[in-house]
């Protein structure tokens, strides 16, 4: 658990959205991605909690929210609905929005879907996913071949990371830029563990890069001409594979009309491995908004 936040669930249309918050200031989502949990802000969230309502939640499919069955239940947009329902229940009109891997893609999607609620945008160590899939090549796709295994049909990768779950979601932490696995707090490693070992949670880290696949890459094609106007901030592990393989400044520019890009020590996982680096350069980024 996240030292002095409260926890809850929230029932967004019939899914549970398990979330805890802390502190007081104007309201900050902070969003996960794979293979983690709301664990992985927990050397940031109770910093960022002094100046801000910092809320922490785990998407669907992952941690301790609900697993409902059906890939079509698994889209960004899908994800992005829990967190906007979960937003309202809390009294938050507008807020701010951060999100790392999957959480990132899953924050932009809102930021698409209800540009009205958010007050900047911080995206982490991600492209947008139709860029992603447009631009794929050899290096990028052998990087991210989790991305086409995980999409295949169930059960045939649930039951292969069934038979040692550590060892595969551990090889995909260290996988994208040069991590090492005393660089993960043990108690939010343990955190981790715990989550992915459930088969549940395996079946909904699944149905999230199937629905990539099938729903998302589509849905995103319908906004390629459009640049978000809120101020955003675009963070990437400066020894990760998307700071390598791509011009994130020059990718993301032609999606955000308000933005700026810097690449933090470390690999996709730089907010675990460099935590306070990570908290100067969000903390400034959102100090200068209203």
């Not at 160590?125 to 295994?149: C, G, M, N, R």
């Not at 994208?176 to 343990?190: H, Y």
Request: with cysteine.
């Amino acid at each position: 658990m996240i030292a002095g936040f409260s926890y809850g669930t929230h029932s967004a249309d019939g899914v549970d959205v398990a979330y805890c918050t802390g502190g007081s200031g104007p309201p900050l989502l902070l969003l996960h991605g794979f293979p983690q949990t709301h664990m992985m802000w927990a050397q940031i969230a109770p910093k960022l909690a002094q100046n801000f309502t910092v809320i922490c939640a785990d998407l669907r499919g992952y941690g301790a929210s609900g697993k409902p069955n059906g890939t079509e239940n698994y889209s960004f947009r899908a994800m992005g609905q829990d967190q906007l329902s979960l937003m309202s229940a809390l009294g938050f009109t507008r807020f701010h929005l951060a999100g790392h891997d999957r959480g990132g893609r899953v924050a932009h999607r809102i930021a698409l879907d209800a540009p009205q609620r958010i007050t900047s945008l911080t995206v982490m160590d991600i492209v947008p996913t139709h860029h992603l899939l447009d631009e794929l090549h050899q290096s990028v796709a052998k990087a991210y071949y989790h991305w086409f295994f995980l999409a295949q049909p169930a059960p045939f990768p649930e039951t292969l990371i069934a038979a040692d779950p550590d060892y595969f979601y551990q090889s995909c932490l260290l996988g994208w830029g040069a991590a090492k696995l005393e660089q993960f707090p043990a108690n939010q490693l343990q955190a981790y563990r715990l989550a992915w070992r459930n088969p549940e949670t395996m079946r909904g880290m699944c149905e999230d890069y199937r629905a990539a696949l099938i729903y998302d890459f589509d849905v995103d094609a319908m906004d390629l001409d459009r640049k978000l106007t809120c101020p955003a901030l675009v963070l990437s592990g400066a020894d990760g594979v998307m700071d390598q393989m791509f011009d994130m400044q020059s990718v993301w520019a032609s999606r955000l009309e308000d933005m700026r890009h810097i690449a933090v020590r470390g690999g996709h996982f730089f907010v675990d491995q460099n935590p306070d680096e990570t908290l100067t350069h969000l903390k400034g980024f959102l100090n200068t908004k209203p």
